[in-house]
């Protein structure tokens, strides 16, 4: 059973960086990561996300220009790079994983799914 093990949330001014990780504890075959995030009372969105065959990344237009996502294969670990966060921002984010996801940004594309890591940032 895969599973995904998130780490670097945490509490942030304003204007402040982030960079959360996430890696899958099992060998096993993904194209596709995703990174997704909920606020209280809003609806899961998909922030980033990256096609590791050919690298292509995907961002919400909430995010572009701030964030950055990438990956590295041998440790089976997806990395966001969250520079400029705001008050906005604040949420639970989750990692996801599959195979060939048409719509990236698309949580219901995703299969696996990491148990979510708190980003709080304060104005």
């Known amino acids: 059973l895969v599973q995904l093990v998130e780490s670097g949330g945490g509490s942030v001014q304003a204007g402040g960086s982030l960079t959360l990780s996430c890696t899958a504890t099992?060998?096993?075959?993904?194209?596709?990561w995703g990174w997704f995030r909920q606020a209280p009372g809003k609806e899961r969105e998909g922030v980033a996300g990256i096609y590791i065959l050919d690298s292509s990344v995907y961002y919400s237009d909430s995010v572009k220009g701030r964030f950055a996502i990438s990956q590295d294969s041998a440790k089976k670990t997806v990395y966001l790079q969250m520079n400029g966060l705001k008050p906005d921002d604040t949420a639970m984010y989750y990692c996801?994983?599959?195979?060939?996801?048409?719509?990236?940004?698309?949580?219901?594309?995703?299969?696996?799914w990491g148990q979510g890591t708190p980003v709080t940032v304060s104005s």
């Open positions: 996801a994983a599959g195979r060939y996801i048409a719509t990236v940004l698309e949580s219901l594309e995703y299969d696996v």
């Open positions: 099992v060998d096993t075959y993904i194209t596709n």
